[in-house]
């Protein structure tokens, strides 16, 4: 697959990567625009700009004929909101390309944001909190931001909670759109069956009236003291307990030790995790280890579902994998086992182009410079044992933060 980037005068990257293997384009847009660059009075608003920008635009005043851009021609479009950004995306077929420029580019440049529409989603965003909240398993990742971020704009729901949401006007939406939506802050990455010469000129045309900007940095706070975050439900059956560390940022290299260290942990059947907690304890029908790696922060976690009078079990349990890995004890087969676990999850979602350009785009937000997917495979396997043994230490060492929801959860629990 060839793949060429070119910049318009605006500032405005375009990545494009051509696979005439496939019948279909995706174009993601991705703008450093999530939630940690909200200010104090603006909790949630990164999140409800990007539901409320589908409604009408300047050229498309009402939803039907907006979505129908898209829709009407067998497309699929959407949008999320994380911590760090906002995503904007379309697959559709090559010969309705300049449709998804016309439709990104009316989004994203010119929503009216009508105050009906603000109405609306003030219940649909009301809904989607409590959709999250009701699930344990859904609100044990949100909740243990607040403390690993306390008190900043990172650590509580990407949505905002529903106190948030009551306060947010055209005004708050206006201002956020008008800091955070420049070209200098996004980037375009189309990937698939398209040819550069096509988008050049589709993305002069539809994106050179993206304003420039100046960029705002963002400085976090880690709370590095154990913490523990507890809420009880009254009925509850299974307790949801998740174990936080810190991690490490997509530019450091020990990332990809902490990649390897929770597929190790939690990918595969036969994963230590999985043949631990499930198999041999009978603790729990779901161990997962994850670790999430962002422009600006990492996030290493252990999250299961168990019942409550087994909590002290688990946690030794957890205790005594995590101190085996910065031991080092893991076999050569196991060693092995892990890294082609690592290469063909990767390699497969990338048979997705819509994955493909997600990747490029979330990777790159920060205008770093373009590197290949096939570098992050090169630092899998470049990983030496020691590399695990320093990470495995790094992140073990940390006081935990642990979140637990569940019905009495007496505190005493965590103590050790």
Request: hydrophobic letters at 35%.
């Amino acid at each position: 697959m060839d793949k060429k980037i070119f910049t318009l005068p605006n500032g405005l990257r375009v990545l494009v990567i051509e696979n005439n293997q496939v019948e279909t384009v995706a174009l993601n847009l991705v703008g450093q625009a999530g939630t940690m660059f909200e200010k104090a009075d603006q909790i949630g608003v990164a999140h409800f700009l990007e539901h409320v920008v589908f409604d009408a635009t300047r050229d498309y005043p009402d939803e039907n004929s907006l979505t129908g851009l898209v829709e009407d021609v067998g497309g699929v479009r959407g949008g999320l909101t994380n911590k760090e950004i906002v995503e904007y995306w379309i697959k559709i077929l090559p010969e309705h390309i300049e449709r998804a420029f016309m439709y990104l580019s009316q989004i994203t440049l010119y929503p009216m944001l009508k105050e009906k529409d603000i109405e609306k989603h003030k219940g649909i965003i009301e809904q989607e909190i409590g959709r999250i909240k009701a699930d344990p398993e859904k609100y044990a990742m949100p909740a243990s931001y607040t403390i690993l971020y306390p008190n900043q704009s990172i650590g509580g729901l990407t949505t905002g909670d529903v106190q948030d949401i009551k306060t947010i006007d055209r005004h708050t939406l206006e201002s956020f759109l008008h800091d955070r939506y420049y070209a200098q802050n996004f980037i375009l990455v189309v990937c698939g069956k398209c040819d550069v010469a096509t988008i050049q000129a589709l993305a002069g045309k539809y994106f050179s009236d993206m304003k420039s900007g100046t960029s705002l940095s963002v400085k976090l706070q880690p709370n590095y003291d154990k913490d523990l975050f507890i809420e009880r439900r009254p009925g509850l059956k299974q307790t949801a307990l998740q174990i936080n560390y810190h991690g490490f940022r997509q530019d450091d290299k020990k990332s990809a030790a902490a990649e390897f260290i929770s597929a190790l942990f939690s990918r595969g059947k036969l994963s230590r995790l999985n043949k631990r907690i499930r198999d041999e304890l009978s603790l729990a029908y779901v161990i997962r280890a994850q670790h999430y790696t962002g422009l600006r922060y990492g996030l290493f976690n252990i999250y299961s579902g168990l019942a409550e009078k087994n909590i002290p079990i688990y946690l030794q349990a957890i205790h005594d994998e995590c101190e085996k890995i910065i031991d080092y004890d893991i076999k050569q087969d196991e060693w092995q086992k892990t890294l082609a676990l690592l290469e063909t999850s990767f390699k497969y979602s990338f048979e997705e182009m819509l994955t493909m350009g997600r990747f490029y785009a979330r990777t790159h937000a920060d205008r770093s410079e373009i590197r290949d997917h096939g570098e992050i495979i090169k630092a899998y396997k470049s990983l030496t044992q020691e590399d695990i043994r320093t990470t495995a230490r790094e992140l073990f060492s940390q006081e935990p933060k642990i979140t637990v929801i569940g019905e009495k959860i007496p505190p005493e629990l965590f103590e050790h």
